[in-house]
T-cell receptor, first 115, second 114 residues
Framework: AQSVTQPDIHITVSEGASLELRCNYS??????LFWYVQSPGQGLQLLLK??????LVQGIKGFEAEFKRSQSSFNLRKPSVHWSDAAEYFC?????????????FGTGTRLTVIP | GAGVSQSPSNKVTEKGKDVELRCDPI?????LYWYRQSLGQGLEFLIY????????KSGLPSDRFSAERTGGSVSTLTIQRTQQEDSAVYLC????????????FGPGTRLTVL
């Protein structure tokens, strides 16, 4: 069965510091992988996605993620965090019956940015 | 419209009442999804519509939950005889088609069952 694990419930970083949010997935086939961000009172916004090809994918707002099949991981990184990055981050794997793409989400990581 | 819209934005109801939540997908998007986000939980897939195909209802938690999609566009999620554990944010998403396409999410409906 598909599942996504985000082991860090809450992370606090200083503004300007680097960031890595962890994501591990379980899926029998080649996964579609996504990172979404949810700011307070906002809907989910797609940061980046991996379908195939280059395992290092670039997203919006300076984020990137690396797909590592051997580790079943898709960690999100940013070299220098801005105060506006404070939000909840969700990793997701796209799965489901042939032709479908319902997403299975992790429980999220809340990011706090301190000045 | 420019994005996925959902109504109402907030709904407070009494235990045992029925509620209907509405989703207007992005025009032209053939795939539509419902998710539930409970406090402290991740998002939970509920149901998926793709064109005229039979919906994938594998995520619906009980037979009190049902959804329709009329004319391949607007969708309504109905919860009958609501329970307190149904309290959550219900999110709708749409995509151009299935199989790996980016899903665009609406702002959600916050349901509170007293």
């Amino acid at each position: 069965a598909q599942s996504v694990t985000q082991p860090d419930i809450h992370i606090t970083v200083s503004e300007g510091a680097s960031l890595e949010l962890r994501c591990n997935y379980s899926y029998g086939a080649t996964p579609y992988l996504f990172w979404y961000v949810q700011s307070p009172g906002q809907g989910l916004q797609l940061l980046l996605k991996y379908f195939s090809g280059d395992t290092l994918v670039q997203g919006i707002k300076g984020f990137e993620a690396e797909f590592k099949r051997s580790q079943s991981s898709f960690n999100l990184r940013k070299p220098s965090v801005h105060w506006s990055d404070a939000a909840e981050y969700f990793c997701a794997v796209g799965a489901g019956r042939a032709g479908a793409n319902n997403l299975f989400f992790g429980t999220g990581t809340r990011l706090t940015v301190i000045p | 419209g420019a994005g996925v819209s959902q109504s109402p934005s907030n709904k407070v109801t009494e235990k045992g009442k029925d509620v209907e939540l509405r989703c207007d997908p992005i025009s032209g998007h053939t795939a539509l999804y419902w998710y539930r986000q409970s406090l402290g939980q991740g998002l939970e897939f509920l149901i998926y519509f793709q064109g005229n195909s039979a919906p994938d209802k594998s995520g619906l938690p009980s037979d009190r939950f049902s959804a329709e999609r009329t004319g391949g566009s607007v969708s309504t999620l109905t919860i009958q005889r609501t329970q307190q554990e149904d309290s959550a944010v219900y999110l709708c998403a749409s995509s151009l088609e299935a199989s790996g396409r980016q899903q665009f999410f609406g702002p959600g409906t916050r349901l509170t069952v007293l």
